[in-house]
């Protein structure tokens, strides 16, 4: 099957089967992307937006340093009023604290199982025909694999965290100890090392959380068999990949082209004064309106690469089965 | 049996918010009674925030709890309405908890479309249609009970936040304690070498 054709198929899917848009909101709304979120998600204006301006970065310090003085000399009073609270008080709202957090990440990874589980099982029943799409079927589909899907999501990102650690105490060490051009050597190999390794973990991930939410497979042997199917999809896999980076971002820029040109309309015409004012409602509207198709645009975005990379899995996994077959 | 409509729901839905929102202004009314200074009002606080920052597990629990063991949160009681599987039958706690989990997040994306799927003709929210369940209308003609629950919980809110304003207002402890905080960390700011006028840089 050629990307063409992956493409038309994927679109004629997502066209059909509006139930997996909603999916493809659950999915968005809880994990941002998903596994490999470089290849599958949605544009990333939102990011984009949100980047950090390094020209700032002077006048911020300069501002901080004026403020650190006159922080110093506010610190021993808070400190002495925040002393006057008992400890039962700290340890009752760091408990609340973490119990927040620990099931707030339970929770979070339970249901971007569910979501991504169901998202991924809707796609291969829209791809069989023969099965029915509603709400009631494919949610059921998360039902049976979130609790895997959660795992997946968890332990490898775990691990690479703690891989991590080291590398950054080490560079913390070359600082600390004067070599600075070690330090920053040793920096860039391991940031290089590390990108790839995430790279193929999120691509290693794509197959895996099919394997878990179609084939029911532990995560640890999804995991292990996605990365052989990486390896062995190798050009398949990154050329879908790339075109589907590609297609994220043309959409993205279409979308801020969109917006941009209605902002731009509307600020020329707010200068005006008389209208001005008659144009706030409008502009209200249009934010709202935004919103609504920019999360619509984007969880479409999603589901498509989500059943792209499903027909991309159902045509590998049955050439692999064919090619046993004749093997036996 | 007749399904719950969606004003039906939003009300049940208002009347479970307010319930909780009153929890809330009264245990502030409450450490207002007391007459606490500044320190242990902060302790209260922080307590209170403790809780604050559990209360999406709170009110997960709290939904799906009484959902399955008497068919509604309290708002659907006091609207007279039951959530039901497809048999019929009141929700298991898995599935409850699907409801309220899973069912909300995909309900409230898209600015609430699928809370606002209750208009259409079948009366079924995304969470519904996903979790296979139904809110049927099963005591009618509840208005009265409802309008009484809807006043005392607004009621409770008013008065509990009056509550709040006047003990803190008339609290002197509170005031002084304040005062002198804010009073200390100013005069560090006095202290502070002034900025060099135009004149004195030249």
Redesign the interface.
Known sequence: MTITQIYKQAFNVVRKNKVLW??G??V???SGAGFGSVFNGGSNISKGLGQFDSSKLGSASARLNSQN??LS??LP?LSS??S???MT??L??G???L??IV??VI?SL??RG??VGSLIGGTFDALDDRNEI???T??MR??RSFKGLAKLYFFPSLVAALVTVPFILTSIYFFISNSTVLGIIFISLTMLILMIAHLVIAIAGIWAERLVAIENMPWQQAFWQGLQMFKTNFVRTMQLGIVNCLTGCVTGCLSLAVIGSLVATLVIFGLIPIIGWALLPLITLLI?AI??LG??VT?LVLTFKYTTWSILYRELTMAGKEKMEKND | MTKGTFWERLIARIIDDLLFSAVFLVALAFIGLTRPN??QL??SL??L???M??E??IK?AYNSWLTSKYGGTLGKLVLGLEVLDENGKKLKKTLSI?RH???Y??S????FL?YFWILRKDKLA?HD????TVVIKKKPHRAFVTAVFVITLVTINIAALAGIILTFSSNQNLRNDVEG?VK??SS??I??PTKPTTLETV
Do not use: C, H, Y
């Open positions: 909603a999916f909101l659950a968005l709304t809880v003085d006159q000399s506010i009073i009023f925040f006057s609270i008992p008080v700290w009752i709202l408990l609340g604290l119990i927040a099931m707030g929770i339970l249901l569910w979501a509603n709400f009631a494919v949610a998360g039902r709202i919103l609504v999360s619509l969880a | 500044l320190s902060t302790s922080l307590i925030a403790a809780l920052l559990n999406p597990l997960i699907f989990t899973a069912g997040l995909v409230g994306t898209l600015f699928g995304w249609l996903m979790a296979g905080l200390s960390i560090v700011e202290d502070k």
